[in-house]
């Protein structure tokens, strides 16, 4: 592992000894303290997809850190006593290991790496020895689970679907006909119909498909033979997407199989299917015409929950908490009065309750369902809660907040005893400085209650005034919460002297289905007048923020919002940052890969509702444009291509305001690599601080 920046060698070290010794490490003492820096935050370790082992006495975890100089980040797998003790590294390949799952006997960890080739499945036994590759296919494994008896693997791999017929299998055909691909000089591709591409991959015809092959080797079986359908979904599915039933005799999938309508449909249902592929897949939610995924059986086995979505063609409708009596009782919805839409789901080991985590009012938190009654309660409130399992009496999960990344807590099922097993990032975080924040709320549109957080400027002092980073978070049903963010991290801000200001505006999530769903047909409406209000609120209730020095800055629909912004609220901010962003809703219809969104949120195609596409069209109020503007897109960003941020910049110079335009052609809707994350901040902090000086 190599570290930079702030991460010095001896920070490095007290990190490492923070999980290799008996406990939990206390804090270290910093010589020195620092604001928070860009380095910083591409450097702190990151915790991701804690498994606890099936006696519920130790939790494996992936742990990823950033390697400057290969430009990447890399996963290791660690594991730690459920109690914080006797934390250990598990693999130290160059390659990623990632996707940690147990053996049900507990004596072995199997996981995914790309060690020597195509990524497989791997086995790590616990009582000593190295790690074996389990699975030998030709293609990289995608997502993997074990069966009940973990005698088999249903695997997940990208392959072409015409070849479900051929005689070496569909493998071996998938990747003859790659090979003959690549020997080609010709590279035209030629489609019949949508999608061509899809966030930010030129799609060539390969599906992932699900495959079960035995754990000790054998041919593997498609699942799902000639289905033109993805399971995971793409490009953002998983393990999550797929499970076997509870005699191991089955699999419950869910994949969106909509032919010519893909593109514009967001109909996934859940299949079923023999695991020996005997039968073609089934559909079990075939009377919904909306989502359905993320399939996970009770721990008796005799109930089937998921996730659905009832609003066909729209993607931000709140999920319902369905379950079924397996294998064919009828379906129902549990807390059909709970106004939250969750996104995890984890059963108690009783069967009791189902664990999730929701948006809830400017954070993530983790919730219990009773499934009889359907009464929810808060379990952990405050901060970002991800990836809730059972172990034993707690609940295992990771959290984060605005002041600090994550890491993996423990809390009992009475809502008691939060507490974190790991301090990965103790020493390092033990030098750094971050700023204080705060939420509030005020009267926004209509006077309904909106919220909003600031976040103060590291070193604050009474007294002093502070410029203002104000944040526009993208969706738009989305939240800029009590969270820790990699691309979007409102102390980075504070630590360079600003206050940050983010405001849920109407169509943020965590505040109901009314409040979601009011934003469709009104982008430039209700939430600019949210803006408008919360910024105003904002500065008259802390006297400190210098309202007359503020940058706004977008990305996504925020990158709309800026758009819109200067040519609808043209006088009110020194600069504006646009990432990512429309400047025109009318011709973005037709670049955009996912239509179900736009004709969603504007009512219907271009064609049907032309007017509904101009109403608040941020290229007709160019003409309004003075505020100097920022402009940056990625070159691979297929959702809101990067002709619409050149678009942006082309008016902005047309019309002789100050501008610039940031491009990066390796980049899709986000800035992961971490030399480009760099670039991006410095660029943003210097072209905000260039106009908000005094």
């Known amino acids: ?60 975890y992936v742990l990823r850190a950033t390697d400057l ?68 296919l030709p293609l990289d494994v995608t997502s993997f689970r074990l069966s009940p008896d973990g005698g088999r693997l249903l695997v997940s791999a990208s392959v072409f679907p015409a070849c479900a017929g051929a005689s070496e299998g569909v493998m071996a055909c998938t990747t003859r006909r790659l090979e003959e691909r690549s020997r080609n000089r010709a590279t035209g591709r030629l489609y019949s119909q949508l999608p061509v591409r899809h966030w930010d991959e030129w799609l060539d015809g390969r599906r992932n498909h699900l495959f079960v092959v035995p754990v000790d080797g054998g041919t593997p079986v498609d699942l799902m033979k000639g289905m033109e359908a993805d399971s995971p979904g793409r490009p953002f599915g998983g ?86 009596d397996w294998p064919d009782g009828p379906a129902r919805e549990v807390a059909s009065g709970w106004d939250r839409s969750p996104g995890e789901l984890s059963w108690s080991a009783d069967g ?43 609940v295992v999960y990771t959290r984060d907040d605005l002041g600090g990344p994550a890491d993996v807590w423990t809390v009992r099922a009475d809502g008691k005893g939060a507490a974190p097993v790991t301090r990965v990032n103790a020493a390092a975080l033990a030098g750094i400085a971050f700023g204080d924040r705060e939420q509030f709320t005020f009267p ?53 002297g600003y206050a940050a200001v983010m405001i849920d505006f109407h169509g943020s999530t965590g505040y109901g289905r009314k409040f979601t769903d009011s934003i469709g047909g009104d982008w430039g409406g209700k939430p600019l007048e949210d803006l408008q209000k919360g910024l105003a609120a904002a500065t008259a209730r802390y006297p400190w923020l210098d309202g007359d020095r503020v940058a706004a800055l977008g990305a996504s629909y925020g990158g709309y919002m800026i758009d819109w912004i200067a040519g609808a609220w ?53 003409k309004n444009w003075k505020t100097p503007l920022l402009v940056i897109h990625g070159g691979r960003d297929f959702r809101v291509v990067d002709t619409q941020g050149l678009s942006s910049f082309t008016a902005a110079q047309r019309m002789g305001v100050p501008s610039e335009f940031l491009h990066f052609p390796d980049e899709n809707h986000w800035v992961l690599k971490p030399a480009n994350s760099i670039q991006w901040h410095e660029t943003v902090l210097g072209w905000i601080g260039r106009w908000t000086r005094p």
């Open 570 to 622: 043209p006088d009110r901010f020194r600069c504006l940052v646009n990432h990512d962003g429309n400047l025109d809703e009318f011709h973005a219809y037709f670049d955009t890969e996912e239509l179900w969104f736009p004709e969603r949120e504007h009512g219907g195609t271009p064609w049907q509702v032309p007017e509904a596409y101009q109403k608040h069209n941020p290229v007709n109020l160019v």
């Open 1 to 60: 592992m190599l570290f930079s920046g702030a991460m010095r060698p001896s920070a490095l070290a007290l990190s490492l000894a923070a999980l290799l010794s008996p406990g939990l490490a206390a804090p270290a003492p910093a010589a020195a303290v620092h604001p928070f820096s860009v380095q910083d935050l591409v450097t702190l370790q990151r915790v991701s997809d804690p498994r606890p082992s099936p006696d519920g006495k130790r939790v494996v």
């Open 352 to 394: 009791r309750t189902i664990y999730t985590t929701a948006d809830h009012l400017g954070t993530h938190s983790l919730f219990a369902i009773d499934v009889a009654s359907g009464k929810e309660r808060v379990l952990v409130p405050g901060g970002s809660v991800h990836a809730p399992s059972v172990a034993g009496g707690l």
């Open 239 to 324: 393990a999550s997407d797929h499970t076997f039933t509870p005699d191991g005799k089955g699999v419950v999938f869910s994949a969106k199989d909509a032919g010519r309508a893909e593109a514009w449909s967001t109909n996934f249902d859940l299949w079923l299917v023999p695991a020996d592929g005997s039968a073609a897949p089934r559909a079990l939610t075939p009377d919904n015409k909306a989502w359905d995924g993320l399939p996970v059986f009770s721990p008796d086995g005799t109930r089937l929950a998921w996730l659905a979505m009832e609003v066909p063609g729209y993607e931000a409708d709140r999920h319902r908490i369905m379950v079924r």
């Open 444 to 496: 926004g549109w209509n006077g309904e209650t909106v919220h909003g957080w600031v976040v103060k400027p590291v070193g604050f002092e009474a007294g002093k005034r502070y410029p203002v980073a104000f944040l526009i978070h993208g969706g738009p049903q989305g939240s800029f919460g009590d969270q820790f963010h990699y691309r979007w991290n409102p102390q980075i801000y504070a630590a360079a």
């Open 69 to 136: 100089e290969a430009n990447r980040g890399r996963t290791d797998l660690w594991m730690v006593g459920i109690d914080g003790k006797e934390g250990r590294r598990l693999t130290t390949s160059p390659e990623n290991e990632s996707s940690p799952r147990w053996a049900p006997d507990g004596k072995s960890i199997y996981f995914l790496s790309a060690r020597g080739g195509p990524q497989q499945v791997w086995r790590l036994r616990l009582d000593g020895g190295e790690s074996e590759k389990v699975t030998s």
